[in-house]
């Protein structure tokens, strides 16, 4: 299976507007033709099984409540490490949580479930991370007893979160991937905020997180739109991590479209869309949802890149609601809603971007830009990556209105003249392995 990009997708025409064959890596299509709608359900009816996977719910009681739900991930994780060759290992990472006087009032024993797939090159330090929240709640977030089914939110992130780790957990990355389900993302992002600031504090070399969050229903209340082909990818554009003078920088570069979250989005949208077919990633060029957060925020706020991954239409009639009838209208987030034919695809593409990721090479270094003269071509120059094997390398360009990439242009050389004004383009460079997978873009410095 091919497909063919970018071709001359501009006004200009001259030697450099080739088309480019990017095949698919059949190792990649081979596992995205793993992921099971079945399999996804069976996950989400037994997490739904548990009742409420509140975070304050009980964590003595064997089939109810968050404790009985993080066990079974963890049981599930277990399973999968055994046909992993040793590489997969999984453990709850917990920690106390005091009372806050918002939405924790008693001292909790929170836990995130964790699997780390290790990568199998020592010197490959890259962290790629699949994340999805499996607490639940109610109509009133500090209802611990009653039942809050969370099929979609975020039944649909774990399940996914599951999905992949089964099918990836028997193959092999350089790289290293982590699959999580964290608590606590309804109290206030607790789970999320304890792994991001870990990470930062033991220098976690995270190069990408894929926070999962509602992705598995296909329609709105309002409207009579079904859509199972579309999913939204939100990413930051000024990166909330950035100091004073780094951000007047990117404004007077005009980057203020091109943070590393928003290139990871790109990074998304083109490979999901290479691997999975009738599927739209849709970029949404806002950090999270109007004025709502994910579990990718503490990410963003300790220096990450990290996009959240969210369906296309979103249902208010079941999310965050009691399950009821009113007025005739059926409230609560049950599994009849899901539909997994969608939940399988966006799974999917969660798996081709962490796949394709962990087995590019590390990005390119020292990626520069010429500024030396006034001049209406471009040069850029960059060196090999600090490991992984390159076969060569992908600049990547774009108009300045363009949302993404429009042409590839493959070169085994470390630097490149292209005909074309800095001041009208935007230019980035990707590292591309021996099986052709690319890494994340850099966009150059400026070389004074
Ligand atoms: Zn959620």
């Not at 329609?219 to 909330?240: A, D, K, L, Y």
């Not at 390398?393 to 042409?407: A, D, G, K, N």
Request: glycine residues 6%; aromatic residues 8%.
């Amino acid at each position: 299976m091919k497909k063919i990009y970018l071709a001359c997708v501009l006004l200009y025409t001259n030697s450099l507007c080739a088309q480019i064959t990017i095949d698919r890596d059949s190792g990649i299509s081979q596992m995205v033709k793993k992921v099971s709608a079945d399999s996804i359900q069976s996950y989400i009816n037994t997490l739904v099984a548990f009742g409420t996977r509140n975070t304050l719910s009980t964590q003595t009681d064997s089939k109810r409540g968050i404790g009985a739900a993080r066990n079974w991930v963890l049981k599930k994780f277990t399973e999968f490490s055994k046909n992993s060759h040793g590489r997969l290992t999984a453990f709850i990472d917990t920690v106390t949580i005091q009372p806050d006087g918002k939405r924790v009032n008693a001292p909790i024993v929170l836990g995130n479930v964790v699997a780390t797939l290790k990568g199998t090159d020592p010197a490959d330090k890259r962290i790629f991370i699949i994340s999805g929240h499996l607490d639940t709640r109610r109509t009133d977030v500090m209802d611990k007893e009653g039942d809050a089914p969370g099929a979609d939110d975020d039944g649909s992130g774990t399940s996914a979160v599951i999905e992949c780790t089964r099918i990836m957990s028997k193959h092999s990355f350089p790289a290293t991937i982590i699959f999580v389900a964290v608590s606590g993302e309804e109290q206030g992002l607790l789970g999320s905020t304890f792994m991001a600031d870990k990470a930062r504090r033991e220098n976690w070399n995270i190069e990408a997180v894929f926070n999962n969050d509602i992705i598995g229903s296909n329609n709105s209340n309002e409207t009579s739109i079904i859509n199972n082909t579309q999913v939204r990818v939100f990413s930051e554009g000024i990166p909330v991590y950035e100091t004073e003078k780094n951000i007047r920088k990117i404004m007077s570069l005009g980057l203020e479209n091109d943070s590393k979250s928003r290139e990871l989005a790109r990074y998304t949208k083109e490979i999901g869309e290479r691997y999975v077919d009738n599927l739209d990633v849709v970029l949404i060029y806002r950090t999270d949802r109007f004025l709502r957060g994910g579990d990718h925020l503490p990410y963003l706020k300790n220096g990450f890149s990290a996009v959240r991954i969210t369906e296309m239409n979103e249902n208010f009639t079941r999310q965050h609601q009691d399950i009821r009838v009113e007025n005739g209208i059926h409230y609560g987030d049950v599994p009849e809603h899901i539909d997994y034919e969608y939940l399988r695809k966006n799974t999917a593409m969660n798996l081709s971007n962490l796949a394709n990721l962990a087995k590019a090479p590390a990005v390119p270094n020292d990626v520069k830009i010429e500024v030396k003269n006034l001049t209406n071509s471009t040069t850029l120059s960059w060196n090999a990556p600090a490991f992984g094997n390159v076969k060569g390398f992908y600049i990547l360009m774009r108009e300045t209105s363009s949302p993404v990439w429009q042409r590839k242009i493959f070169t085994t050389d470390k630097e490149i003249t292209l005909p074309y004004s800095k001041d009208n383009y935007f230019f980035a460079v990707q590292s591309v392995s021996i099986t052709g997978n690319e890494s994340l873009p850099v966009i150059p410095e400026v070389r004074k």
